[in-house]
């Protein structure tokens, strides 16, 4: 016997299978992703856990994923508001010695975005964040709202997972860090940001012949990508 919700399950997926076989809705399309060096950027917040003054808080986590190398610059603030977006902005660029050339993908944050205008790519941004990104030359792309745009930007989320699990996860040998005052966080930037700026991105596939295997790690060893557009400064 079946049960209604294994009923209502393949309805609901089936249903979809129609109208695309019908020509009424669009089928999903899935394209390999390739980037070049310094051309393309992921943005994103994410909730990580500091102990300050003593006290266990929850605090924002700005992280900024070159899409590329995989190398990324990150920011802890005391919540994910505007100016710590745009501070946020600031400490990359100057770590990274410039801007990307090309796309930085974004979600529809409150601190960037004021409205989204119905399920189109056109947003309403904020004010101020349109005088930064026209100060700072950034090519925005806005993410599609929900869980239709998770993977768009899939590799920051997966990032900011990445560095809470290996800086700010309780274990017997690593304590969660703990501050004296939010002004000390610039040396917790500094500590964190000195090991993983040597990791690179290797392919997901590995080598299966000895060969394959030692002209991949020769390719990946001295990988870089440098930004080759300097961010302007105000007179």
Known sequence: ????????????????????EVGREPANAFIPQEHLPGHEAEVDFG?????????????????????????????????????????????????????????????????????????????????????????????????????????????VEGQIGWFRRNHLVLTPTAPVPSLRSSCCTGTFHTTTSSPDSRRRCVQARSPRTLSRWKRASTTTQQMAEPTTRQRTTSP
């Open 47 to 155: 909730d990580v856990a500091i102990r300050l003054c003593g006290e266990l808080v929850t605090c924002a986590l700005f992280s900024l994923r070159l899409s590329c190398s995989g190398k990324a610059v990150h920011r802890v603030s005391a919540s994910a508001g505007q100016e710590a977006f745009f501070e946020g902005h600031v400490h990359t660029f100057n770590v990274l010695g410039g801007v990307p050339t090309g796309r930085i993908r974004y979600d529809n944050l409150k601190a960037a975005v004021a409205s989204v205008i119905g399920f189109s790519r056109q947003r309403v941004e904020a004010d101020r964040w349109t005088a930064v990104r026209s100060h700072d030359g950034i090519d925005a792309f806005y993410c599609q709202p929900g869980i239709q745009g998770a993977h768009e930007k899939g590799g």
């Open 1 to 20: 016997m079946v049960s209604y919700w294994m009923v209502r399950e393949y309805v609901a997926t089936r249903r979809r299978e129609i109208r695309v």
